[in-house]
């Protein structure tokens, strides 16, 4: 039961233009979101989260969008650059302690 | 800072042996969590140890085990491999063990195990 799905396995986005990765969730408990990064060969490294108390979270040229209603969040990296050729995975959270429940990740590639 | 190390970074077994991973979180976490991450599956929890006792668990067998010592170093424990093991181990560790804004998980490099 694959409770935070990212149906695109992959991605590729031209350098410079806009790069939206997609993630759906099915349990209404999850109020915490993340995204990890992971080059091949080390962990994944934490890039933006957002709360359930929030639709949108922006760092830089990362911007983290939810939409609660239809249980759906997006990352979006403008301009897209080859360093952010990676996988990416999404994460939710039930909030306290509980664990984080990943997605199984979207291959993005920057095409220079 | 140094951050999340595990050792080994890779490792060969045969089905029926068992093996150990090592895991030791940045200076100061005290939450350490392990992931079994395969082809087409993620990220999937096995378990989370908070100040010695494990907190939270994931849906593996039992063969699956893991501790963590007074130092909040963590050891991760299979029994009895199966070539279904095969995949890449991680450890995460986070301040105080609340998954929230200011307690980020910070993952290490990961443990390659070759199961043949």
């Known amino acids: 039961d694959q409770q935070v799905k990212q149906n695109s396995p992959s991605l590729s986005v031209q350098e410079g233009r806009i790069s939206i990765l997609n993630c759906d969730y099915t349990?209404?408990?999850?109020?915490?979101f993340l995204w990890y990064k992971k080059y091949p060969a080390e962990g994944p490294t934490f890039l933006i989260s957002?709360?359930?108390?929030?639709d949108k979270n922006e760092d830089g040229r990362f911007t983290v969008f939810l939409n609660k209603s239809a249980k759906h969040l997006s990352l979006h990296i403008v301009p897209s650059q080859p360093g952010d050729s990676a996988v990416y995975f999404c994460?939710?959270?039930?909030?306290?302690?509980?664990?984080?429940?990943f997605g199984t990740g979207t291959r993005l590639t920057i095409i220079p | 800072k140094a951050g999340v190390t595990q050792t080994p970074r890779y490792l060969i077994k045969t089905r029926g042996q068992q093996v150990t991973l090592s895991c030791s979180p940045i200076?100061?976490?005290?939450?350490v969590s392990w992931y079994q991450q395969t082809p087409g599956q993620g990220l999937q929890f096995l378990f989370e140890?908070?100040?010695?006792?494990?907190?939270n668990k994931g849906n593996f067998p039992g063969r699956f085990s893991g501790r963590q010592f007074s130092n909040s170093r963590s050891e991760m424990n299979v029994s009895t491999l199966e070539l279904g093991d095969s995949a890449l181990y991680l450890c995460?560790?986070?301040?105080?063990?609340?998954?929230?804004?200011?307690?980020?998980?910070?993952f290490g490099p990961g443990t390659r195990l070759t199961v043949l």
């Open positions: 995460a560790s986070s301040l105080g063990g609340t998954v929230s804004f200011t307690d980020t998980q910070y």
């Open positions: 349990n209404s408990m999850f109020d915490y």
């Open positions: 957002i709360s359930s108390i929030k």
């Open positions: 994460a939710a959270s039930a909030g306290g302690n509980e664990k984080l429940t």
């Open positions: 200076s100061g976490h005290r939450s």
């Open positions: 140890y908070f100040s010695e006792t494990q907190r």
